[in-house]
């Protein structure tokens, strides 16, 4: 079974950063994409970024230029920088990661105060 293991969330001040890592584990085909999603009460689950496993990468629009998604194929293992952070960026961050199924982290959350 696929687990996806997250860590670096937490509390940050307006214009802060944080860093976000996710270390998948189990069965992987090599060809797959990672990311992360982000979710509010009351809205669906929404697009961060993602990254392939040749490093094609796609941001929404509202963290391009703030946030970078980088990852290390060896370990499996995913992660987003995040500066110029904002109170609006507050949310449950989940990891993601696919290849023939979709498959999710816990979530961890990431407040940013003002």
């Known amino acids: 079974q696929v687990q996806l293991v997250e860590s670096g969330g937490g509390l940050v001040q307006a214009g802060g950063s944080l860093r976000l890592s996710c270390a998948a584990s189990?069965?992987?085909?090599?060809?797959?994409?990672m990311g992360w999603y982000r979710q509010v009460p009351g809205k669906r689950r929404e697009l961060v970024a993602t990254?392939?496993?040749?490093?094609?990468?796609n941001y929404a629009g509202y963290v391009k230029g703030r946030f970078t998604i980088s990852r290390d194929n060896a370990k499996n293992t995913v992660y987003l920088q995040m500066n110029s952070l904002k109170p609006e960026d507050t949310a449950i961050y989940y990891c993601?990661?696919?290849?023939?199924?979709?498959?999710w982290g816990q979530g961890t959350q990431v407040t940013v105060s003002s």
């Open positions: 993601y990661l696919a290849f023939w199924a979709d498959y």
């Open positions: 189990g069965s992987i085909f090599s060809f797959n994409t």
């Open positions: 990254v392939t496993s040749g490093g094609t990468t």
